[in-house]
């Protein structure tokens, strides 16, 4: 069981600190979560978990580490004093309460990510950056091994061929010319490389001459046979994670292929339909992002859940920016005003709009 570490709050009117000592604990290993009414501080054995009083607001959250002590500073939805940290309630009040402010808490940083990546859209590299990338040389990706209904591969062998060795040149007796050639023939005519004429040992018999074998003439296969896998397939909510991890650390091509391989596990999750479209939007493949294969029917949340309109609406928002890079702004400028339909007081989504209908009028 975690232990509760000891800490230290106070308050005014606009924002409340938390004090907890580390108690020797690395600041690497501290974890940190803020939500509107959950406030949680880990580090190894200790966790501190607090429901809070009332609102506070996780974006304008400040949290610094010094001299061993966390200190993590939060402003207040309203304005009020609280006069107590923690919410009163049963456990069942506490865990409803918790649950409902984490949903919020998530869907706030998708809602968020998806507008970066929009706006990441808006502003491609510069060409000199281009250039730099694509004078990069690219690593030559090795063959694909077809595994055969066996379970081998067939692994070409490249045939070697070896070469032959080099005719001998016939040993030409320079001292046995006849005597009546002249002097001067001899002379002008001597080879420039004499050969050393031997004693008379040589019994006329040629060297031991060293045969090298024959070049293969067919393309032999491999045999590979492979033990019985030990690890079990990953879960598809780990390679979602993986491909979450990859998204935020802009391997766009690996989070492609991590949603993908989540979605044939699970075609259900939702989330990797979304998180995989904003991938293509990254590289530039928008004719996938609008690819109708992209969303199954059966994938997609029930009606009127609030999971469902979280979707509709960020899928919306990811297919007008495509159709935007696309120079369909007609069809962009119905998405954006349907997504704002969804949600109204979006300032940022009517930005979007406005910017859309501007490239169509200009277009």
């Excluded at 918790?98 to 998708?110: D, G, V």
């Excluded at 990338?133 to 063959?143: H, L, Q």
Aim: net charge negative; glycine share 4%.
């Amino acid at each position: 069981m975690p232990l509760t570490p000891q800490f230290t709050w106070e308050e005014d009117v606009s924002s409340i600190a938390l004090r907890v000592p580390l108690k020797g604990a690395s600041r690497k290993d501290v974890d940190i979560y803020v939500a509107d009414l959950v406030v949680k501080v880990n580090f190894k054995p200790y966790v501190l978990l607090v429901d809070l009083h009332a609102a506070v607001e996780p974006e304008n959250t400040t949290v610094t580490i010094t001299n061993g002590v966390v200190v993590l500073v939060a402003q207040k939805h309203e304005r009020r004093v609280w006069k107590q940290l923690g919410f009163d309630g049963t456990k069942a009040d506490c865990l409803a309460r918790r649950k409902a402010s984490m949903a919020r808490k998530e869907a706030y940083e998708q809602k968020d990510a998806m507008y970066r990546t929009f706006r990441d859209l808006q502003h491609p590299p510069s060409t000199q950056s281009t250039k730099r990338r694509s004078s990069t040389p690219i690593a030559v990706e090795p063959p694909i091994l077809e595994m055969t209904p066996e379970g081998e591969f067939d692994i070409p062998r490249r045939s070697i061929v070896v070469p032959s060795p080099p005719p001998r040149e016939e040993e030409q007796d320079w001292g046995t010319s006849s005597d009546t050639e002249s002097d001067d023939y001899s002379n002008n005519n001597s080879p420039i490389l004499e050969t050393p004429i031997e004693n008379g040992d040589d019994d006329g018999e040629d060297e031991d001459v060293t045969q090298w074998p024959p070049p293969r003439q067919q393309v032999t296969a491999s045999r590979i046979v492979f033990t019985p896998r030990v690890f079990p397939t990953p879960s598809p909510v780990w390679l979602k994670a993986k491909g979450d991890d990859f998204y935020r650390h802009k391997d766009f091509r690996s989070a492609i292929n991590a949603y993908g391989d989540a979605l044939a596990i699970d075609p259900s999750l939702t989330p990797c339909l979304s998180n995989r479209a904003a991938c293509f939007l990254q590289v530039g493949e928008y004719q996938d992002t609008l690819s109708p294969t992209m969303v199954p029917y059966s994938a997609i949340p029930a009606p009127g859940s609030a999971k469902r309109r979280l979707w509709v609406l960020k899928t919306l928002v990811r297919r007008g920016a495509a159709f935007t890079m696309e120079k369909d702004y007609a069809k962009a400028e119905q998405d954006y005003m349907d997504a704002l339909s969804l949600d109204p007081p979006n300032a940022q989504l009517a930005d979007d709009l406005a910017n859309v209908r501007r490239l169509k009028r200009a277009g």
